[in-house]
């Protein structure tokens, strides 16, 4: 009876490891990226999977790392993000 019981709960266990992570907080992906966005941006970035999250305004894309899928800020050449709109002073400084 303990068997039986095990199998389904398994299989929830099992599947809900497989659910996407770190992509539940912003809108949907942008099709069309506007070319002064792809111009700025640094290489080595997703820029199929770009979206504005509207807690900051900022570009943010999809990485697929090794162990998890997260959300990164799409940043320029020079490691600054790439933001709808100007950064507030107490983002900038993180206070």
């Known amino acids: 009876m303990k068997f039986q019981m095990i199998w389904p ?3 929830t266990v099992l599947l809900g490891a497989c659910a996407e992570t770190g992509t539940g907080a912003g ?7 506007p070319e002064e966005v792809v111009a700025m941006a640094a290489p080595n970035q997703d820029l199929t999977s770009v979206r504005i999250l509207p807690e900051d305004g900022c570009y943010w894309y999809r990485h697929v790392g090794p162990v998890e899928t997260t959300l990164l800020p799409l940043r320029n050449a020079a490691g600054q993000p790439i933001c709808t709109r100007p950064q507030s002073d107490t983002t900038a400084t993180g206070a």
């Open 9 to 11: 709960l398994a299989l």
């Open 27 to 33: 809108g949907t992906p942008i099709r069309n990226l």
